[in-house]
Every structure is written in C-alpha cells, then in structure tokens.
C-alpha cells in the first residue's frame, strides 16, 4: 500500500518559515516525480513544487524565491522549506507522488497539512 504520510505544517507568522516533510512507504521512491500542491479555500488545487527523482525542480510562480522542494531518496522523503511565508500562502498542503507507466499515470497523495499564515 502506497503510503504518503506529512508533517510540519502548523501556524506562523507573516514572514516566518515552516519546513513541511513527506515520507512515503509502499512504493519504489525513486521511480516517482514528488511534488506539493496547495488548495485554499474557496480555490482550486494548485502546484506549489514539483522534484523528479534526479532533482530537477520547478516552482508555482507565487512561491518562487521563496520555497525550497528537496527529496532525499536514501529516507524516502521530500520536503517543502517555506520562507517569507505570506497570509495568501494559507492552505492546505499535499504531497504528492506521480508516476507514468504503460500509458497510465499513477497518482497517490497525502492526507494534507494544514498551513496558516496569520498575525
């Protein structure tokens, strides 16, 4: 059973920094693209980050500068460091595992994170 299973979110303050942690289990890590996406309410899911196995990254506009995805393969785990957190950075946070075999596209996702960014 593929498993993603995330820590680290919680309350901050504008301008304060969170490190959110995804850990899977069930699956072979390094065949998946790992990424975070975010959905606040009353909008539609949205990419936050994405990582492929080698590293590469790429980024939601709005975060760019300021969030930092990284994965280390050896623990199974991607992270999302967030700096500069803004209140428009509010919302629930997923972790997402992606795969593209045989035609088919695997998705698995985490339960969320609830990330609040108020004063």
């Known amino acids: 059973q593929v498993q993603l299973v995330e820590s680290g979110g919680g309350l901050v303050q504008p301008g304060g920094a969170l490190r959110l942690s995804c850990a899977a289990s069930g699956m072979i890590f390094t065949l998946y693209d790992m990424g975070w996406y975010r959905q606040a309410p009353g909008k539609q899911r949205e990419l936050v980050a994405t990582t492929t196995s080698g590293g590469s990254a790429n980024y939601g506009e709005s975060v760019k500068g300021r969030f930092t995805i990284s994965r280390v393969n050896a623990k199974n785990t991607v992270y999302l460091q967030m700096n500069s957190l803004k209140p428009e950075d509010t919302a629930v946070y997923y972790c997402?595992?992606?795969?593209?075999?045989?035609?088919?596209?695997?998705?698995?996702w985490g339960q969320g994170t609830q990330v609040t960014v108020s004063s």
């Open positions: 997402n595992a992606r795969r593209v075999l045989g035609g088919l596209v695997y998705n698995y």
